[in-house]
């Protein structure tokens, strides 16, 4: 009788849980990943269709009479890759017109290096528009379309329809292969982490200030004060939000969470006053920390939370000292979150996390045998040591991965320094199909020095990186500050290209599981050789699209316009950013003037040219309007715009004046400093004492 009661009120329980769960909201599970699988295609009533991931991506009117279509699939490991083939019957060209359409994460692009093409790292901001573009690639489902060499291809941004962005195409040709691959960056460049469904891009600029180069360890609170001070004077105006301390605050040895929450002597009133330092005076504070642990008395007296030998003793390794287990959760909850924890709650806002490199390859690659042992994974250690960072900094806060390439990081990490110790622009072209798609590309801090000033923040800010200066801030003032003042804030772009302009470092990437030595960059580790010096960004707002081509050196005395995206038999208005000039009208290729060696570099604006007076450029920023201004219009004999300016800086306004026409009345909400017209340029002057929105008008006249 008490059996059967038992019995009874157990299965009342099991239904009413079963109601319950009936009746209870279902869960949310995020984004579903999508198929690593072929697309479905079909050609029928003249339409050609291709569908992915319940969606159709392409769809064009084409006579089945008067093509025939061929489809080739491969599977390779985890890799897919379809061709769709159409050729006319008897070598006669035929006409292809119809859209793509990809989510509000797609972007035109090339997805294959063209042979022979000059070495060019492009980027974009707003929509592409350039005659390079053969594809598209969608970030959110990590896919790309596109179509190959050698049939002429017009690929361009049509707009957006429910949430979907829309690419039509059009082609004339005699045979033309659609190339589609899905899991594009997962599987066919091998970045098995990159899950892009489970995360966004950092889009906010991230342009700031670091302590090493300036003071390397022996920084102390007051130089952090005096910078503090500095930076938010003389640059924060200009977008530079982050102070980040490096190396040098911490006690010895590293390595125990009261070591790094409780500062040596040179921090007298500890980091949270210091962090609260920064934030009165309008920056974001960021602090460096790193994965290392010297203390060996520690380390002995719990040997658990490391990794240990066959003796059951912590192992240590170089640079890393003796290795924290990230599978054991008592070493996250003893060692890891603490730090982090209470640096979050200090107001830290931007995490630079070292030595990821050695805890990897000294610590977790160089004892394998332990992982196995335990049927542990050194990879999901290792991904659970910055899971743990992730999650206590939470993901409003910037955290960056250093240094090296750690591809194992891809989807926890919102940056990472792509090489070694020292600025060098040569990774941008390494790995510039990275930068925000799969994380922000770090090259490491500018500093701002005759030689190199210019050319290292330009080719930061044009390709949409990580821009961090580290000089003393009495290096802050003269010309060359105008190298960071005019770079800043950097623009969040999007590749151009989805391959490597240079391959040299990411066709060895799939070797970092068995490197164990972190001494020195490895093979697949951004370099210091430049592969190229010409960097493009595109520029697309309501009001207009644009070129910026930079160069940083004169390997190239001249460039067919063909080769920067632009119609070879159309006229362009050249103006050079650094030196202020105006290079007239070019046609078909631009011939480079030498470069200034106040500057070592040059940054050109190309306008489609017009029969009217137009902007060619500001100087508010290299970007040349892309940054401050908010309209420009030509109408009824007037140019007029909006611009959003600095407090107190000269604002110059660039125009192309063509012949017949000439200057009148010129208002703006600023005060005017004055015009000049030389040579068919008039340059229109004029300052605010306040930050804020202007609006100008320029009145032309005509005879």
């Not at 050609?48 to 279509?69: C, G, H, M, T, W």
């Not at 960021?286 to 520690?298: K, L, M």
């Not at 003893?334 to 730090?339: A, G, K, Q």
């Not at 290792?382 to 939470?394: A, D, M, P, Q, Y």
Request: glycine share 6%.
């Amino acid at each position: 009788m008490i059996l059967l009661k038992k019995s009874c009120l157990l299965n009342c329980r099991c239904l009413l849980l079963l109601l319950f769960s009936l009746w209870r909201p279902a869960r949310s599970q995020g984004p579903q990943p999508p198929l690593n699988g072929p697309c479905a295609v079909s050609m029928r009533n003249g339409q050609l269709l291709i569908s992915y991931d319940n969606r159709r991506l392409l769809e064009a009117a084409v006579d089945p009479k008067q093509v025939s279509f061929l489809h080739i699939e491969n599977r390779t490991a985890n890799r897919v890759e379809q061709v769709f083939v159409l050729e006319s019957g008897n070598g006669a060209e035929f006409e292809l017109d119809g859209q793509i359409q990809g989510s509000e994460e797609s972007f035109a692009c090339e997805a294959d290096n063209p042979p022979k093409a000059v070495a060019l790292v492009r980027h974009s901001s707003g929509e592409s528009k350039s005659l390079l573009n053969r594809a598209v690639y969608d970030r959110s489902r990590d896919w790309v379309l596109s179509f190959d060499l050698p049939a002429p291809v017009s690929l361009e941004p049509a707009g957006t329809s429910e949430g979907r962005h829309i690419y039509h195409f059009h082609v004339k040709t005699s045979k033309l292969s659609i190339r589609f691959r899905p899991r594009f960056y997962q599987y066919h460049k091998g970045l098995t982490y990159f899950e892009p469904w489970t995360y966004r891009i950092w889009d906010k600029p991230v342009v700031g200030w670091c302590s090493w180069f300036a003071y390397l360890n022996k920084v102390t609170e007051q130089n952090i004060r005096t910078v503090a001070d500095s930076l938010s004077s003389v640059l924060l105006p200009y977008g530079y939000q982050y102070l980040q301390i490096d190396d040098g605050y911490q006690q010895e040895p590293i390595g125990k969470p009261e070591h790094w929450l409780q500062p040596n002597n040179k921090f007298p009133s500890g980091m949270a006053a210091l962090s609260r330092y920064i934030s009165d005076r309008g920056l974001k504070p960021g602090i460096w920390t790193n994965v290392s642990f010297a203390d060996s008395a520690f380390a002995n007296a719990h040997p658990d939370w490391f990794v240990r030998n066959d003796r059951q003793k912590p192992v240590s390794g170089e640079w890393v000292g003796y290795v924290m287990d990230g599978s054991n959760p008592a070493t996250i909850d003893h060692l890891i979150r603490p730090v982090y924890d209470s640096l979050k709650k200090e107001g830290w806002n931007y995490f630079k996390v070292d030595a990821l490199r050695h805890l990897r390859y000294e610590g977790y690659n160089s004892y394998p045998s332990y992982f196995k042992a335990r049927g542990i994974s050194r990879e999901d250690a290792f991904r659970s040591v910055v899971t743990s960072i992730r999650k206590s900094v939470g993901k409003d806060n910037y955290l960056l991965a250093c240094w090296g390439i750690r591809p194992e990081l891809i989807g926890l990490v919102d940056g990472c320094r792509i090489g070694n110790d020292g600025f060098s622009y040569a990774g941008l072209a390494q790995f510039n199909s990275f930068n925000n798609v799969v994380w922000r590309n770090d090259p490491d801090h500018v500093e701002l020095t005759d030689a190199e000033a210019f050319r290292s923040c330009s080719v930061t800010s044009l390709t949409g990186s990580v821009l961090l200066l580290t000089d003393k801030p009495e290096r802050y003032k003269g010309p060359i500050l105008e190298a960071a003042r005019r770079t800043s804030p950097v623009l969040f772009t999007r590749p151009a290209q989805v391959y490597e302009v240079d391959p040299s470092r990411i066709q060895s990437l799939g070797r970092y599981p068995m490197e164990v030595s972190g001494d020195g960059p490895r093979v697949f580790d951004a370099s210091y050789t430049p592969f190229t010096e010409l960097y493009s960004l595109e520029l697309t707002r309501p009001f207009g699209n644009w070129l910026v081509l930079g160069r940083m050196n004169d390997r190239h005395a001249r460039l067919p316009l063909s080769e920067l995206g632009l119609q070879a038999d159309s006229t362009y208005e050249v103006f050079e950013f650094w030196t202020r000039t105006y290079l007239g009208r070019v046609k078909k290729e631009l011939v480079f003037p030498a470069i200034d060696a106040a500057y070592n570099c040059q940054v050109f604006c190309l306008r489609k040219a017009v029969s009217h007076p137009q902007l060619l450029a500001t100087n508010r920023h290299i970007s040349c309007g892309g940054v401050e201004l908010i309209s420009c219009d030509w109408k009824g004999g007037l140019l007029s715009g909006q611009s959003e300016l600095v407090a107190g800086d000269e604002y110059d306004i660039y125009i192309q004046v063509p012949s017949g026409y000439r200057p009148g009345k010129i208002s703006t909400e600023a005060d005017l400093l004055g015009s000049k017209l030389e040579n068919s340029l008039l340059t229109v002057r004029m300052k605010s004492k306040q930050a804020r929105t202007i609006s100008w008008e320029i009145e032309f006249l005509q005879p």
